[in-house]
């Protein structure tokens, strides 16, 4: 994918020098959205190569299943978005 690149806007606030500092807050949302694509990217690949099983799953449910057998998958020490996938897919 590569990196992402902003270009400041003339409206924004001069940026603050030294280290970035992210709160607690900012931690949590930045894992959640990067929770939240994962989840996503898995059940995206659960539509096309298990389209019978998951036809009649919406999204949310599809999403939910997907939470969930990453759940388990952490649980038996999986780490990788592949092998979170693979094992929703079994």
């Known amino acids: 994918e590569g990196a992402l690149q902003a270009k400041r806007r003339a409206d924004w606030p001069a940026p603050a020098h030294g280290r970035l500092v992210l709160s607690e807050a900012q931690m949590q949302a930045l894992s959640g959205a990067?929770?939240?694509?994962?989840?996503r990217a898995i059940a995206s690949y659960l539509r096309d190569a298990?389209?019978?099983q998951t036809r009649d799953m919406d999204e949310a449910g599809l999403l939910?299943?997907?939470a969930r057998s990453e759940a388990q998958g952490r649980?038996?020490?999986l780490k990788t978005e592949a092998g979170l996938g693979r094992f929703a897919y079994l």
Do not use: I, L, N, Y
Request: net charge neutral.
């Open 34 to 39: 990067m929770t939240a694509r994962s989840h």
């Open 50 to 52: 298990a389209p019978e």
């Open 75 to 77: 649980a038996w020490g």
């Open 64 to 66: 939910g299943f997907v």
